[in-house]
């Protein structure tokens, strides 16, 4: 989603522009060929980027899948979080904005394999390492936020009398990563209203506003 510029902010410096080019490329691969598919050169193939230059801003195949990881946060946050935070009250609305933008973001195909942190990890759930690491350490960002919002609708009085908000808030997140893998993996375009209807049916006993 393109975003306002900021008069008071500095042009990025070459060396920083081709570093943003270069993870946001990596990210769209990855999701496609996997973070393990990354290499300087097949990154410099894909970007135009000298292979040399691409080494000197990275330095090795971890460092780049490190900054790939966070140039795909980013794009979440972006797609996903702040859109949602900007346009719904803490609670039962905000959840309801969350699961909403990250189904967009996987039916827009944002990145092209579908949801980048799905994608990596299935890649290396099993890998013990930096890159797994801190693929779990944005998940758990994204579990703990609709955790905190299942728990804010809860204090309003939104929610079902009895309703746990840490299991909500699994189970929300559970439709919406299944919904990317059904998607994506058998391209299959009803399967985001399917989610969109299980969403709504698993919130749809909240108290109005």
Not at 52 to 62: P, R
Not at 85 to 90: N, S, T
């Amino acid at each position: 989603m393109p975003q306002r510029q900021n008069p008071t902010k500095r042009t990025r410096a070459p060396g920083d522009r081709a570093r943003a080019r270069i993870t946001e490329e990596a990210a769209e691969l990855a999701t496609i060929e996997g973070l393990d598919g990354l290499t300087i050169g097949r990154l410099a193939d894909a970007t135009g980027v000298p292979k040399s230059s691409v080494h000197a801003l990275f330095g090795s195949k971890e460092e780049l899948q490190l900054a790939t990881i966070t140039a795909a946060r980013d794009s979440f946050i972006t797609e996903v979080v702040t859109p949602a935070l900007e346009a719904a009250e803490p609670g039962r609305n905000r959840l309801l904005a969350l699961c909403e933008g990250y189904l967009s973001y996987v039916e827009r195909r944002v990145f092209p394999g579908g949801c980048f942190f799905v994608a990596a990890s299935a890649e290396f759930g099993g890998r013990p390492g930096r890159v797994h690491d801190e693929v779990a350490h944005v998940q758990q960002q994204w579990r703990d936020l609709l955790e905190a919002e299942a728990r804010a609708a809860k204090q309003r009085d939104q929610l079902p009398d009895g309703t746990d908000p840490k299991q909500l808030a699994f189970e929300l997140g559970v439709i919406l990563a299944g919904t990317n893998v059904v998607s994506v993996l058998h391209d299959d375009a009803g399967a985001i209203a399917r989610a969109r209807a299980a969403v709504g049916t698993r919130l749809t006993e909240a108290g109005a506003d």
